[in-house]
């Protein structure tokens, strides 16, 4: 019997989270009034939904303020409008990335100098930890707003209670280790393989850049995570006004996160299907129908092709990773090590 060769593996891997996003997403709509969901989305009033887009600009902002912040951190000080550029370029492949592992992509930019890359690579780690456990506390915070079977919400619950409790050793890990090799070379294996090789040796140097996010001014950029998130949320409490649907803020916030937290299950792409049916059970338990679960599972979707395209944009006129090496005085990477 014949067996798949390498490239044959790659694009077996490729396709299996699109294939299963794409069955998951037919078997809800052969279960459903075709005829229905086209009149819900018929009788929406589209200028609720663009206030809900230009708050996914809004954002986009802070998060790429986020991560200058993040970066100012680190001594590394670009100027905000390529941050942006580079920040959203990577849009376009976390949209076809299970678990949207898009972000690495950025990391293509400042590949020419080892010690920046360990520092950028970090920080988009660290901005990966602080959106889930942002998302984490605020899905068990919102849960309770749901009328959902007590197990149910139990469930739930004990479930991001250990996201959280994971987040937690994280942080212990990090101020525990923060003297010793043990955590860079961890870290390391979460990097792609690729680039392995560019951060070998280089322990000290993540030790250094963990020790620089060891400290109280991290709080801020928790602060614009947990604003980024509450935009988020007001984009998809107009999404619901949109389609006249009787949710409140809160309402909207709860069904926002935890369908939010499927899509991050990486068993389909962009959460294709696996959003659609965590939004059509949890609007079973508000007694809303299906059709308006996959209306609003859809303009949600809205959100990320709409980032997309903005990440294309960015594709387009990214500055070439040379470009960031010629600096001004004042801009860009300060030392060729962060200093303790």
Not at 148 to 173: C, D, F, K
């Amino acid at each position: 019997m014949a067996t798949p060769t390498g490239r044959n593996r790659e694009w077996l891997s490729r396709l299996l989270p699109l294939a299963v996003g794409a069955g998951l997403l037919a078997l809800i709509l052969s279960r459903i009034d075709l005829a229905r969901l086209l009149g819900v989305l018929r009788a929406a009033r589209w200028h609720w939904y663009v206030v809900a887009l230009l708050l996914l600009v809004v954002n986009l902002l802070i998060i790429s303020a986020r991560w200058r912040f993040n970066l100012g951190l680190l001594k590394l000080r670009y100027p905000y409008g390529q941050l942006f550029l580079i920040d959203h370029a990577g849009a376009l492949a976390g949209a076809a990335t299970p678990g949207r592992m898009g972000d690495l992509a950025r990391l293509v930019y400042f590949r020419q100098d080892k010690p920046i890359l360990i520092r950028v690579g970090l920080s988009i780690l660290m901005e990966r930890l602080l959106d889930l456990t942002i998302l984490v506390a605020l899905a068990v915070a919102f849960l309770w707003v749901l009328p959902l079977p007590g197990a149910l919400q139990q469930l739930l619950t004990e479930l991001a209670l250990a996201g959280v409790g994971l987040a937690v050793i994280g942080v212990w890990a990090l101020r525990r280790f923060r003297g010793h090799d043990w955590l860079s070379r961890h870290l390391v294996h979460i990097v792609p393989a690729g680039l392995r090789q560019r951060l070998a040796g280089s322990g000290q140097e993540m030790q250094a850049t963990l020790r620089r996010y060891a400290t109280w001014r991290l709080a801020w950029s928790l602060g614009l995570t947990l604003l980024a998130w509450w935009v988020n949320i007001l984009s998809a409490f107009c999404s619901a006004l949109a389609l006249g649907l009787p949710l409140s803020f809160l309402q909207a916030g709860a069904l926002f996160c935890l369908s939010t937290m499927f899509t991050l299950i990486p068993v389909s792409v962009a959460g294709l299907g696996t959003r659609e049916l965590a939004l059509v059970y949890l609007f079973s338990f508000l007694g809303l129908p299906a059709e308006q679960a996959l209306a609003f599972s859809f303009l949600l979707l809205g959100f990320l092709l709409a980032h997309s395209l903005i990440g294309f944009a960015a594709l387009l006129i990214k500055p070439p990773p040379a470009a960031l090496g010629r600096r001004p005085a004042g801009v860009g990477p300060e030392p060729s090590r962060v200093e303790d």
